[in-house]
């Protein structure tokens, strides 16, 4: 197919719009009324396909609302499926870690993140299932890890040779997260040459800063993808 890459849009947070070469458009995790999400962003338009994570709300809080107002499928875990089932979401394709399906012609396998799941409704804790992380392979043959909300851990070097992603999309801002110092590791372990930090700024408490990470990777030859958001930007190997 002619060279049209994939666009990628951080929405703030770990909000994050993909534009596939065909034309395709998959938000993980929607959160739109994050701090630092852009006021004339929170309007995505077309959606194909919603991914979720994990159950936070900082994750899934806009899935219902987008789900229905896009008619998009969503997928998430088992349990994070069934919840939006019962919130009136129409279209879901659960899964779970090990697994891969194709959606609207983009290949979405599931993988690990240590992590935990659970959503507030209405005062009682619900427990959704395990959190994941996604790695998405668009029709142009890219493949994009997005981590979700997870700690370092060593499998991410099966990542690695199972999906061989050429970008990668951590979480850095630490507290909930991996900070700078174990997303620089995450780095080494998955080989990836391009890495996009996510889940940082948001709040005083997230403190691990874009700075600190370069200072890590950047020394190695590994480039460092600073999206400002709402911003789209071309995402290649
Ligand atoms: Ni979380
Ligand atoms: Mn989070």
Request: some cysteine; hydrophobic content about 40%.
């Amino acid at each position: 197919m002619p060279d049209v890459a994939v666009a990628a849009t951080w929405l703030g947070h770990a909000t994050i719009l993909f534009d596939s070469p065909k034309g395709r458009r998959v938000i993980i995790d929607p959160w739109l009324d994050n701090p630092s999400c852009p006021s004339d962003c929170k309007d995505v338009g077309k959606i194909d396909l919603v991914l979720v994570t994990h159950g936070h709300s900082d994750h899934i809080e806009d899935a219902p609302a987008l789900a229905k107002r896009t008619g998009a499928t969503v997928i998430g875990n088992f349990e994070v499926c069934q919840w939006l089932g019962m919130k009136g979401v129409e279209k879901t394709s659960p899964m779970n870690k090990g697994g891969s399906q194709d959606q609207a012609g983009i290949r979405v396998s599931m993988v690990h993140a240590l992590h935990s799941s659970s959503y507030d409704d209405a005062g009682s804790i619900v427990y959704l299932g395990e959190a994941g992380g996604y790695v998405l392979r668009f029709e142009n043959g890219l493949s994009v890890y997005c981590a979700g909300d997870t700690a370092l851990f060593g499998d991410m070097a099966l990542i690695k040779d199972l999906y061989a992603p050429a970008i990668a999309f951590l979480p850095i801002g630490d507290l909930f997260t991996m900070g700078p110092e174990a997303a620089a590791r995450a780095v080494d372990l998955l080989g990836v040459r391009q890495v996009v930090p996510i889940h940082y700024g948001t709040f005083p408490a997230l403190t691990g800063t874009v700075d600190r990470f370069r200072r890590l990777v950047e020394p190695k030859g590994v480039r460092v993808l600073e999206l400002k958001p709402g911003v789209k930007t071309e995402i290649r190997a």
